[in-house]
């Protein structure tokens, strides 16, 4: 698909299209829903399978399941404080959520739900609506002291208020376009190398010496984007857990 | 007992050697999430910060123009304060989160 024609097309691979034939064409059932569900499944598999022998000294899958949950406990804990703990499963949901969908976007013919603006705003304005709830169930209108720093003259308010409404408001868009972006960069990295590879694996007798570079290439940006999946997963979760933090010390 | 003192000892000893506790509190210490700085990393995540601020200060000044039928206005004023909103966020992004804003 990629190398018609002999063109690069690196931005088809983010089309969806229609999953399980005419029953997912009727309801709107696309690629990216049935990946969503699969890396739900996987979620649920790793911690009930994972978790089923309870073994005192654990076997890889649970080591897995285990290793994840005190990653994400951990972090919680120690961004928010020991109250966070109440917060614990809706940060362990989203990180399971988008590291299923960064990883298991890497695999051929897959699909990266998280590489869809949609998606990632979805989440982050969860996650934006959610701070606000637990701001607001907490302290009331106090929150809004929030967007005026205590000792600043009041005279400066029309500037301050605006400036940290703003401020407030661009936590979802910076949150969505950030795993958005990373997402989408690396795959049209890794699609432009490929089409490279068939590109010149076709030009005679050297065609297929020179390709070597490319795919080189791409095996070390498959290595890079395994890190950035990583990494994006945990940006998400690190920055709800500072916002949450936000919310429940309000300061 | 005694013997794991001694590994624990020699742990230490070669976590040193190899830089490798220093790197742990270098990377505590650094910005607002606790990542390893990387001047690139850094670079990209204020870009996102500023450009994100400036998307919300010209969305919201866009829709109370659409709303109050001003239209040019107040999307000019808002974008200005979405410009000076994300420039809070780079500072924020770079000052300690503990004690800066009390």
């Given at each position: 698909?990629?190398?018609?024609?002999?063109?690069?097309?690196?931005?088809?691979?983010?089309?969806?299209?229609?999953?399980?034939?005419?029953?997912?064409?009727?309801?709107?059932?696309?690629?990216?829903?049935?990946?969503?569900?699969?890396?739900?499944?996987?979620?649920?598999?790793?911690?009930?399978?994972?978790?089923?022998?309870?073994?005192?000294?654990?076997?890889?899958?649970?080591?897995?399941?285990?290793?994840?949950?005190?990653?994400?406990e951990?972090?919680?804990?120690?961004?928010?404080?020991?109250?966070?703990?109440?917060?614990?499963?809706?940060?362990f949901?989203?990180?399971?959520?988008?590291?299923?969908?960064?990883?298991?976007?890497?695999?051929?013919y897959a699909?990266?739900?998280?590489?869809?603006?949609?998606v990632?705003?979805?989440?982050?304005?969860?996650?934006?609506?959610?701070?606000?709830?637990?701001?607001?169930?907490?302290?009331?209108?106090?929150?809004?002291?929030?967007?005026?720093?205590?000792?600043?003259?009041?005279?400066?308010?029309?500037?301050?208020?605006?400036?940290?409404?703003?401020?407030?408001?661009?936590?979802?868009?910076?949150?969505?376009?950030?795993?958005?972006?990373?997402?989408v960069?690396?795959?049209?990295?890794?699609?432009?190398?490929?089409?490279?590879?068939?590109?010149?694996?076709?030009?005679?007798?050297?065609?297929?010496?020179?390709?070597?570079?490319?795919?080189?290439?791409?095996?070390?940006?498959?290595?890079?984007?395994?890190?950035?999946?990583?990494?994006?997963?945990?940006?998400?979760?690190?920055?709800?857990s500072?916002?949450?933090?936000?919310?429940?010390?309000?300061? | 007992?005694?013997?794991?003192?001694?590994?624990?000892?020699?742990?230490?000893?070669?976590?040193?050697?190899?830089?490798?506790?220093?790197?742990?509190?270098g990377?505590?210490?650094?910005?607002?999430?606790?990542?390893?700085?990387?001047a690139?990393?850094?670079?990209?995540?204020?870009?996102?910060?500023?450009?994100?601020?400036?998307?919300?200060?010209?969305?919201?000044?866009?829709?109370?123009?659409?709303?109050?039928?001003?239209?040019?206005?107040?999307?000019?004023?808002?974008?200005?304060?979405?410009?000076?909103?994300?420039?809070?966020?780079?500072?924020?992004?770079?000052?300690?989160?503990?004690?800066?804003?009390?």
């Amino acid at each position: 698909m990629a190398a018609e024609g002999n063109t690069i097309d690196a931005l088809s691979q983010f089309q969806l299209t229609h999953a399980l034939g005419p029953v997912g064409a009727a309801v709107n059932f696309t690629q990216s829903n049935a990946f969503m569900l699969t890396a739900a499944v996987v979620i649920v598999l790793i911690m009930t399978v994972g978790m089923a022998p309870r073994a005192i000294v654990p076997g890889r899958l649970q080591a897995a399941a285990e290793t994840f949950y005190e990653f994400i406990e951990n972090l919680v804990i120690g961004q928010v404080g020991h109250e966070g703990k109440r917060y614990f499963p809706f940060v362990f949901t989203l990180f399971m959520f988008i590291l299923l969908g960064n990883v298991i976007g890497l695999f051929p013919y897959a699909f990266t739900y998280t590489s869809h603006i949609a998606v990632t705003f979805g989440l982050a304005a969860v996650v934006f609506v959610l701070t606000t709830l637990v701001a607001l169930a907490l302290h009331g209108k106090k929150f809004f002291g929030y967007f005026f720093p205590e000792g600043a003259p009041v005279w400066l308010a029309p500037i301050i208020v605006p400036v940290e409404v703003v401020s407030y408001l661009s936590r979802p868009i910076s949150l969505s376009i950030r795993l958005f972006a990373n997402m989408v960069a690396g795959h049209v990295l890794l699609k432009v190398f490929a089409t490279f590879v068939v590109l010149l694996g076709g030009l005679g007798i050297v065609g297929p010496f020179i390709a070597v570079l490319p795919l080189t290439v791409n095996v070390l940006l498959i290595g890079f984007e395994l890190l950035v999946a990583f990494l994006q997963a945990y940006v998400f979760a690190i920055l709800t857990s500072v916002y949450l933090h936000d919310a429940v010390h309000l300061h | 007992m005694n013997e794991r003192d001694d590994f624990n000892e020699r742990l230490r000893k070669a976590r040193h050697r190899q830089g490798l506790d220093q790197n742990a509190r270098g990377a505590d210490g650094e910005g607002q999430g606790g990542l390893p700085a990387s001047a690139l990393r850094i670079g990209l995540r204020a870009g996102v910060e500023v450009v994100s601020a400036l998307i919300a200060g010209a969305g919201i000044g866009w829709l109370i123009d659409r709303w109050l039928g001003t239209f040019p206005w107040l999307f000019m004023l808002f974008f200005a304060i979405g410009g000076v909103a994300g420039v809070l966020n780079v500072y924020r992004l770079f000052t300690p989160r503990k004690g800066a804003r009390k």
